[in-house]
């Protein structure tokens, strides 16, 4: 057992990268960032697997050592356990005197002390002179029922990663989201999950919602309604969808995760035809919604790139330049700095769909846009014509995720049956005169009371 808590312990110690560093599975932009922001660290920080902490071999290592020591140990504690549930007690000692609240009172009746203990939920060894009686197996019971409830746990977790999936997808306000592969930014199976097998539902963000404090900018409430059908041909239902409030097809929950805004723009070309027109969107860069994002346009010629900034609520600093300075759209601002180039598309590599290389690009101009302002950067012209929300949504298939739950509630109860169980022995001996002597074999305080009321039980002294 001592291994298993070494293990557990380096486990929980194993976990703390996962919460310090971007992980892949969780935020693959976010790492990508880290990667720009920290070039010479983030290479050896992927080399130890600390953007995939969770399927790292060390962490897996770990958690399988974990698994097979927690069954090395809880089995033949079980078994024995069992056995000792069906055997009598143990026989009484020779010399009571030395146990502990040992008292010597005037002869009793063997008979009524073996019914008094019957009765306080003893089991009792009844020899000619003497009986030995224990109580708490319970104890024990518990114990083994939070150590098996944690190889619950463990295979729950496993199960979960081998049969489950998890995906990320944007989706502006107003778009319908088909649960396809194809569908979304970022999806990972577990080993044993196919494509083949998400649930065919649907979904259509019909409105977005986001409240906020006025004085602290922090989020209130976020309240997003979607048509949805599973299957995606079947008659839609309106659902509502809130950070806590996931919407499930059975094991598979959609759970809204991040929000922010795709500013709409018209591009058109020198001869004023239309190349471009609709929403991109920006990824939030602080809590006030400051987003930044890319614009291609591959199709003119030369191909134009836009690097651009939104901010919901515009504000200048001397220091900072421009920001938002509240996360709701009151006075928005496009910034956008023109690049003709090559954008680099045609080259098979893949890249951030909100950032431009522009090592092979020239800038050709720059402009803080208002609604529905156009300026003309030469090859073209640029329209700002409003913004719509975007939600990210995560879908998660985890069929594990119940087993898990059962798994803690019953180390739970295990755990507080084991250390609320009062385990005791108590012995009777007939001689001369009768001896009482107790053990409390877990030290929970109350053995001398017990022993107390006994003896005044069999004394007739109540």
């Given at each position: 057992?001592?291994?298993?808590?070494?293990?557990?312990?380096?486990?929980?110690?194993?976990?703390?990268?996962?919460?310090?560093?971007?992980?892949?599975?969780?935020?693959?932009?976010?790492?990508?960032?880290?990667?720009?922001?920290?070039?010479?660290?983030?290479?050896?920080?992927?080399?130890?697997?600390?953007?995939?902490?969770?399927?790292?071999?060390?962490?897996?290592?770990?958690?399988?050592?974990?698994?097979?020591?927690?069954?090395?140990?809880?089995?033949?504690?079980?078994?024995?356990?069992?056995?000792?549930?069906?055997?009598?007690?143990?026989?009484?000692?020779?010399?009571?005197?030395?146990?502990?609240?040992?008292?010597?009172?005037?002869?009793?009746?063997?008979?009524?002390?073996?019914?008094?203990?019957?009765?306080?939920?003893?089991?009792?060894?009844?020899?000619?002179?003497?009986?030995?009686?224990?109580?708490?197996?319970?104890?024990?019971?518990?114990?083994?029922?939070?150590?098996?409830?944690?190889?619950?746990?463990?295979?729950?977790?496993?199960?979960?990663?081998?049969?489950?999936s998890k995906g990320d997808a944007i989706v502006n306000v107003g778009d319908r989201f088909i649960n396809t592969p194809t569908s979304y930014d970022i999806l990972g199976f577990g080993?044993?999950?196919?494509?083949?097998?998400?649930?065919?539902?649907?979904?259509?963000?019909?409105?977005?919602?986001?409240?906020?404090?006025?004085?602290?900018?922090?989020?209130?409430?976020?309240?997003?309604?979607?048509?949805?059908?599973?299957?995606?041909?079947?008659?839609?239902?309106?659902?509502?969808?809130?950070?806590?409030?996931?919407?499930?097809?059975?094991?598979?929950?959609?759970?809204?995760?991040?929000?922010?805004?795709?500013?709409?723009?018209?591009?058109?070309?020198?001869?004023?035809?239309?190349?471009?027109?609709?929403?991109?969107?920006?990824?939030?860069?602080?809590?006030?919604?400051?987003?930044?994002?890319?614009?291609?346009?591959?199709?003119?010629?030369?191909?134009?790139?836009?690097?651009?900034?939104?901010?919901?609520?515009?504000?200048?600093?001397?220091?900072?330049?421009?920001?938002?300075?509240?996360?709701?759209?009151?006075?928005?601002?496009?910034?956008?700095?023109?690049?003709?180039?090559?954008?680099?598309?045609?080259?098979?590599?893949?890249?951030?769909?909100?950032?431009?290389?522009?090592?092979?690009?020239?800038?050709?101009?720059?402009?803080?846009?208002?609604?529905?302002?156009?300026?003309?950067?030469?090859?073209?012209?640029?329209?700002?014509?409003?913004?719509?929300?975007?939600?990210?949504?995560?879908?998660?298939?985890?069929?594990?995720?119940?087993?898990?739950?059962?798994?803690?509630?019953?180390?739970?109860?295990?755990?507080?049956?084991?250390?609320?169980?009062?385990?005791?022995?108590?012995?009777?001996?007939?001689?001369?005169?009768?001896?009482?002597a107790g053990l409390a074999k877990n030290g929970i305080p109350g053995l001398e009371q017990e022993i107390n009321n006994l003896v005044k039980e069999l004394s007739n002294e109540r």
């Open positions: 057992m001592r291994i298993a808590l070494i293990l557990l312990l380096l486990l929980a110690v194993a976990a703390i990268p996962g919460s310090l560093f971007p992980q892949r599975n969780q935020n693959p932009l976010q790492v990508k960032q880290y990667f720009i922001d920290n070039p010479a660290t983030a290479i050896w920080l992927d080399r130890l697997s600390l953007f995939e902490v969770y399927s790292s071999p060390w962490f897996s290592a770990i958690y399988l050592l974990l698994f097979i020591s927690l069954i090395g140990c809880v089995l033949p504690r079980s078994i024995e356990h069992l056995k000792a549930i069906g055997a009598q007690p143990t026989i009484t000692p020779k010399y009571l005197d030395r146990m502990e609240h040992f008292v010597e009172i005037k002869k009793i009746d063997l008979d009524q002390a073996a019914a008094y203990l019957i009765k306080n939920r003893y089991r009792i060894r009844r020899d000619e002179n003497s009986i030995s009686a224990e109580k708490g197996y319970a104890r024990e019971s518990g114990n083994l029922l939070f150590h098996l409830s944690l190889v619950l746990v463990l295979i729950a977790i496993g199960v979960g990663s081998l049969f489950g080993k044993y999950q196919a494509e083949d097998s998400l649930p065919p539902f649907s979904l259509k963000v019909e409105d977005f919602k986001a409240e906020y404090d006025p004085v602290t900018n922090a989020p209130i409430d976020y309240t997003l309604t979607v048509r949805t059908a599973n299957p995606a041909n079947s008659p839609e239902t309106t659902e509502v969808i809130k950070v806590n409030q996931p919407l499930a097809y059975g094991s598979t929950k959609i759970y809204l995760q991040a929000n922010g805004y795709s500013p709409i723009v018209i591009v058109r070309d020198k001869s004023g035809k239309v190349i471009f027109d609709g929403p991109t969107p920006f990824l939030p860069q602080d809590g006030n919604l400051s987003s930044i994002g890319a614009i291609k346009i591959p199709d003119m010629n030369p191909q134009i790139g836009f690097v651009s900034s939104f901010l919901p609520t515009a504000d200048r600093d001397p220091i900072r330049g421009g920001f938002s300075s509240y996360p709701e759209v009151l006075d928005p601002r496009l910034l956008v700095s023109v690049w003709k180039g090559d954008l680099g598309l045609n080259t098979g590599v893949p890249q951030s769909v909100y950032r431009i290389d522009t090592s092979k690009m020239e800038r050709i101009g720059l402009k803080a846009l208002t609604v529905n302002e156009t300026y003309d950067f030469g090859e073209g012209s640029i329209t700002f014509t409003g913004w719509k929300s975007w939600v990210n949504l995560q879908i998660v298939n985890d069929p594990g995720k119940g087993f898990a739950l059962l798994g803690a509630i019953l180390a739970i109860s295990g755990l507080l049956i084991s250390l609320f169980t009062r385990q005791r022995r108590v012995w009777i001996k007939q001689g001369r005169k009768t001896q009482v």
